[in-house]
């Protein structure tokens, strides 16, 4: 890397981040897609920049504060970018609000304000108050004598001005959204067509005056949406005792009380109210202070009801069935015959419910071992899992406590299934369990063989009909062995094993990375057939980093889909010509972890759970699997390669971060490559005008190649 400049060369990973949430929001300004799902992409911008704020920006804010002086200023301009950053989206959400709302109205979908009520409906909204709305309103009186409670960071308050001829007094007002629906409809206005929304916080501005009532004289009210989001950082020890759950139990508590790290109000509250509150909740000059609109948590715009035709939202795609599994006689003698990959959601996941469900009732099965980073609330994996134990199978399941913001959830899972007879392993001390394993054991004659599941994604019912990932299900016993080596380690790590055929963090997962790039590198030096591809959610690891670098430099081809941040800066003259990079945002989120290395004509697969972070490659528990099954490399490729070709839902990663899709010619075809892998996987068949305009790309890059030769 040596002269190029650090600001040409690397991209700070939040301002990655927020790129990738400035692409969410562009699917909420596509008039392609159905105005529904565009209200609820603003659903999932909103709820995506909530945890950013917690995690990253509080990251930042801790470095900042806390760092040697020498960098401190340097986190201090960051945070100042980030603001800055989030200011211009906010602002962009706004318009994209107002401009989806016309939408609405123009397919006789009302959401209104209070404002807008006819009589008739005022009264229906008075109603609806008084039977299901006031009996849920906890309102708090503030004075200087007495402290503000904590305010969960998970709602949005009203902050309310109560005023009279004699005094002012503020208040605050949680509104009740998980209890209650945000979006509540009402009757239309009489003579006109049409189906009405309206918010949760507006039937109460209008009945605001009779929650105070009585209280003291009132002559004015006025409520303004705000919403203060905490550093959600634990603060764990390294050590995993029986105490553990003890300890992530008060951690969170203390989560709950985490310093404010963003605070988003009303930018038409008065001065008075908003100088009060800033005091009052000890806000500083490391807070991001955002003046917004009138609605905040919009994150709640994701569960946005469709009140007219099916069209307005996402078509959904059926099921594909996968033949060899439907046919066998069950789902552990078609792995006998053949591995299986299975692409949700596009596939059922109801086939990995399968392969546990089989297991749990099978007499020659003779243990289970999973790790579950999330699961679904009511999640049949568990389900079946007790339902081993049940059948007097031997049951391990490691239950990583430290998934974020799923940490209740898995406290009160760890419980269940410990009542269950299960033996639980809660993670391992100073990593984090995030591999996606399942360990099948069945004793086979006079031996017992494995069958073994590594996938990329969480056995979650529930994000797999909305998430992309894989999942390799095989009797493949060298992997099954090495998987079952995996287990062992989370259960005794002072153990360590050799791993031929598994990348397993933090055992060897780095040098296995940085020497498949390395042989490219060699590859292309000796005139070879060269090249890398790598699709991950996020790329930040400097070393990896500047391996890919090396690996331009050299004459490699890089490739590579990133859905999130990517640190990584493509198209630099000198350091990465040869690295194109681009970012996939459609119906579904893609979240698999694929790596393609051409190996001079013997390509290498793999699948991974590990995204290309240096947490994940060093400070987890990460598994990266080679696939040996040719007509499955087969059918990766097919999938990786409509992916490259997509010129509908791609966006260009580059320094600017500009977000441009990528350009496509009036007349070529539209690829959308979730679409064409739903196609290709119900036919078997890879469209041509895909493989045409991959090969065109190779020929392209031959000539080039060929050309500096």
């Known amino acids: 890397m040596s002269g190029q400049s650090e600001v040409t060369t690397w991209v700070a990973k939040e301002?990655?981040?927020?790129?990738?949430?400035?692409?969410?929001?562009?699917?909420?300004?596509?008039?392609?897609?159905?105005?529904?799902?565009?209200?609820?992409?603003?659903?999932?911008?909103s709820n995506n920049l909530d945890e950013f704020f917690r995690v990253r920006v509080a990251d930042v804010r801790r470095l900042a504060a806390f760092s040697p002086p020498s960098r401190q200023e340097e986190f201090k301009v960051l945070l100042e970018e980030i603001r800055q950053k989030v200011m211009k989206l906010q602002q962009r959400f706004d318009v994209m609000y107002r401009e989806n709302l016309k939408e609405l109205r123009r397919r006789k979908i009302y959401l209104i304000n209070e404002r807008q009520l006819d009589e008739p409906q005022t009264k229906f909204v008075r109603s609806y108050f008084h039977s299901h709305i006031q009996q849920e309103l906890v309102p708090i009186i503030l004075d200087d004598a007495n402290p503000i409670p904590e305010l969960n960071d998970a709602s949005i308050y009203l902050a309310i001005k109560l005023s009279s001829e004699q005094q002012t007094r503020f208040a605050l007002l949680e509104i009740p959204t998980t209890r209650l629906d945000r979006f509540i409809r009402i009757p239309g206005r009489k003579g006109k067509r049409g189906k009405v929304l309206i918010a949760l916080e507006n039937m109460i501005r209008v009945c605001l005056p009779e929650v105070f009532r009585g209280i003291f004289p009132m002559d004015e009210t006025a409520a303004y949406t705000i919403k203060l989001t905490r550093d959600a950082d634990l603060e764990l020890g390294e050590e995993v005792t029986h105490t553990f759950?003890?300890?992530?139990?008060?951690?969170?508590?203390?989560?709950?009380?985490?310093?404010?790290?963003?605070?988003?109000?009303?930018?038409?509250?008065?001065?008075?109210?908003?100088?009060?509150?800033?005091?009052?909740?000890?806000?500083?000059?490391?807070?991001?202070?955002?003046?917004?609109?009138?609605?905040?948590?919009?994150?709640?715009?994701?569960?946005?009801?469709?009140?007219?035709?099916?069209?307005?939202?996402?078509?959904p795609l059926p099921v594909i069935p996968v033949p060899a599994i439907d046919q066998a006689a069950n789902i552990l003698a078609c792995l006998r015959e053949q591995d299986i990959l299975l692409h949700y959601p596009y596939h059922s996941f109801n086939y990995l419910t399968d392969l546990l469900k089989t297991a749990a009732i099978d007499p020659a099965v003779k243990s289970i071992k999973a790790s579950l980073y999330r699961v679904a609330s009511n999640s049949h994996v568990v389900d079946?899992?007790?339902?081993?134990?049940?059948?007097?199978?031997?049951?391990?399941?490691?239950?990583?406590?430290?998934?974020?913001?799923?940490?209740?959830?898995?406290?009160?899972?760890?419980?269940?299934?410990?009542?269950?007879?299960?033996?639980?392993?809660?993670?391992?001390?100073?990593?984090?369990?995030?591999?996606?394993?399942?360990?099948?054991?069945?004793?086979?004659?006079?031996?017992?063989?494995?069958?073994?599941?590594?996938?990329?994604?969480n056995f979650n019912e529930k994000t797999a009909t909305v998430y992309t990932d894989f999942s390799l299900l095989t009797y493949d016993q060298a992997i099954g062995d090495e998987v079952a080596k995996v287990f062992d380690f989370?259960?005794?790590?002072?153990?360590?094993?050799?791993?031929?055929?598994?990348?397993?963090?933090?055992?060897?997962?780095?040098?296995?990375?940085?020497?498949?790039?390395?042989?490219?590198?060699?590859?292309?030096?000796?005139?070879?057939?060269?090249?890398?591809?790598?699709?991950?959610?996020?790329?930040?690891?400097?070393?990896?980093?500047?391996?890919?670098?090396?690996?331009?430099?050299?004459?490699?081809?890089?490739?590579?889909?990133?859905?999130?941040?990517?640190?990584?800066?493509?198209?630099?003259?000198?350091?990465?010509?040869?690295?194109?990079?681009?970012?996939?945002?459609?119906?579904?989120?893609?979240?698999?972890?694929?790596?393609?290395?051409?190996?001079?004509?013997?390509?290498?697969?793999?699948?991974?759970s590990a995204d290309l972070?240096?947490?994940?490659?060093?400070?987890?528990?990460?598994?990266?699997?080679?696939?040996?099954?040719?007509?499955?490399?087969?059918?990766?490729?097919?999938?990786?390669?409509?992916?490259?070709?997509?010129?509908?839902?791609?966006?260009?990663?580059?320094?600017?971060?500009?977000?441009?899709?990528?350009?496509r010619k009036a007349s070529a075809a539209k690829i959308r490559s979730q679409l064409l892998t739903h196609k290709f996987l119900s036919t078997g068949k890879l469209p041509r005008m895909a493989k045409q305009e991959y090969r065109s790309k190779a020929k392209i890059k031959a000539a080039k190649s060929k050309a500096k030769k």
Request: net charge positive; aromatic share 8%.
């Open 613 to 663: 972070m240096t947490r994940n490659i060093d400070f987890r528990v990460e598994v990266t699997c080679p696939i040996y099954s040719k007509p499955l490399q087969q059918t990766l490729q097919s999938i990786i390669d409509l992916q490259w070709a997509d010129n509908v839902k791609a966006r260009i990663i580059d320094a600017a971060q500009s977000n441009s899709f990528r350009p």
């Open 490 to 608: 989370i259960a005794y790590n002072y153990k360590r094993h050799e791993f031929q055929h598994l990348g397993v963090s933090p055992l060897n997962s780095r040098e296995r990375l940085l020497g498949l790039v390395e042989t490219e590198i060699h590859n292309a030096k000796k005139g070879r057939e060269c090249g890398i591809t790598l699709k991950c959610n996020n790329l930040v690891d400097r070393e990896l980093i500047d391996k890919l670098y090396e690996a331009s430099t050299a004459g490699v081809s890089v490739r590579l889909i990133v859905r999130g941040m990517c640190s990584l800066v493509p198209g630099v003259k000198g350091l990465s010509d040869n690295i194109e990079a681009i970012s996939i945002v459609d119906g579904f989120l893609e979240h698999p972890r694929v790596y393609i290395f051409r190996n001079n004509g013997e390509p290498r697969y793999f699948i991974s």
């Open 384 to 457: 079946a899992l007790l339902n081993a134990v049940a059948n007097h199978k031997e049951v391990t399941v490691v239950v990583e406590l430290q998934a974020r913001f799923d940490e209740e959830a898995n406290i009160a899972l760890s419980q269940r299934l410990t009542d269950g007879g299960v033996n639980v392993i809660l993670g391992v001390p100073g990593l984090k369990v995030h591999s996606k394993l399942i360990s099948i054991v069945r004793q086979e004659g006079s031996v017992q063989r494995f069958y073994s599941h590594i996938g990329t994604g």
């Open 15 to 45: 301002l990655s981040w927020l790129s990738f949430n400035e692409r969410v929001l562009q699917e909420a300004a596509d008039p392609d897609v159905p105005v529904i799902q565009r209200i609820r992409y603003l659903g999932i911008f």
């Open 245 to 315: 759950v003890e300890k992530m139990t008060q951690s969170l508590k203390r989560r709950k009380k985490g310093d404010p790290v963003r605070f988003v109000y009303d930018s038409a509250m008065p001065n008075d109210l908003l100088e009060y509150l800033v005091k009052r909740l000890g806000l500083g000059r490391l807070d991001s202070m955002i003046p917004g609109g009138r609605y905040h948590n919009s994150k709640d715009f994701m569960r946005f009801p469709n009140l007219g035709p099916a069209y307005l939202d996402n078509k």
